[in-house]
Nanobody, 123 residues
Framework: QVQLIESGGGLVQAGGSLRLSCAAS????????MGWFRQAPGKERDIVAT????????YYRDSVKGRFTISRDNAKNTLYLQMNSLKPEDTAVYFC????????????????WGQGTQVTVSS
């Protein structure tokens, strides 16, 4: 089974950029759809973006379209989230997750989760 470790979070000013990475262990990385989720204090965990197993299809929530880019390198077993033009409302803990369901946005269909990485955007 895949295990996931996120990195790349931090504190950035509004308008800045961050790149999150999610390193996966195990041999089956390309079999999984991968997703980035985020959870702000007192709020539910929401989908940010998803990508299919071979990377040919992606989904973004409306509020990040045109600013965030999800990608994966199956040779390196790594998932990425490039975040540009960051806004204070993007502040949250960001999680990567793996799912056997193609491009799903439902958290309960993801069965492997990372520990999360904090992203804080100051105004």
């Amino acid at each position: 089974q895949v295990q996931l470790i996120e990195s790349g979070g931090g504190l950035v000013q509004a308008g800045g950029s961050l790149r999150l990475s999610c390193a996966a262990s195990g041999r089956s990385f390309s079999r999984y759809a991968m997703g980035w989720f985020r959870q702000a204090p007192g709020k539910e965990r929401d989908i940010v973006a998803t990508i299919s197993g071979i990377g040919g299809s992606t989904y973004y929530r409306d509020s990040v379209k045109g600013r965030f880019t999800i990608s994966r390198d199956n040779a390196k077993n790594t998932l990425y989230l490039q975040m540009n033009s960051l806004k204070p409302e993007d502040t949250a803990v960001y999680f990567c997750a793996a799912s056997p369901v193609w491009l799903t946005v439902r958290p309960h269909e993801y069965d492997v989760w990372g520990q999360g990485t904090q992203v804080t955007v100051s105004s």
